[in-house]
């Protein structure tokens, strides 16, 4: 088992930044990939970006590259997502997910074994 715990959301206007942080417990979080996935009012939950467990490799959804980066520090047990040039469409709750699972398939909410309860960013205009 692995228990998943976001912080970091809260409200920011258009153009800035927040950094959600996700602590993980449990099993041993270095053998996990990494994902943070997000849902609107409304919307389907989708992919925003996903790091395997060296941290060698990321993946993002194009909505949110060159604007958002992922990183993870095994040594804390703990991924980061980095928001920077916040739109009003980023408004979701954000979610951590921890999978078993390699490469491109991280991208699919399926791959996913562990979910956090999510926290809320809300990006005002």
């Known amino acids: 088992q692995v228990q998943l715990v976001e912080s970091g959301g809260g409200l920011v206007q258009a153009g800035g930044s927040l950094r959600l942080s996700c602590a993980a417990s449990?099993?041993?979080?270095?053998?996990?990939?990494m994902g943070w996935f997000r849902q609107a009012s409304g919307k389907e939950r989708e992919f925003v970006a996903a790091?395997?467990?060296?941290?060698?490799?990321?993946y993002y959804a194009d909505s949110v590259k060159g604007r958002f980066t992922i990183s993870r520090d095994n040594a804390k047990n703990t991924v980061y997502l980095q928001m920077n040039s916040l739109k009003p469409e980023d408004t979701a709750v954000y979610y951590c997910?921890?999978?078993?699972?390699?490469?491109?398939?991280?991208?699919?909410?399926?791959?996913?074994?562990?979910w956090g309860q999510g926290t809320q960013v809300t990006v005002s205009s």
């Open positions: 790091i395997n467990w060296s941290g060698v490799n990321t």
């Open positions: 997910a921890a999978a078993s699972s390699e490469g491109y398939v991280l991208r699919r909410n399926v791959a996913y074994e562990y």
């Open positions: 449990g099993r041993s979080f270095s053998s996990y990939a």
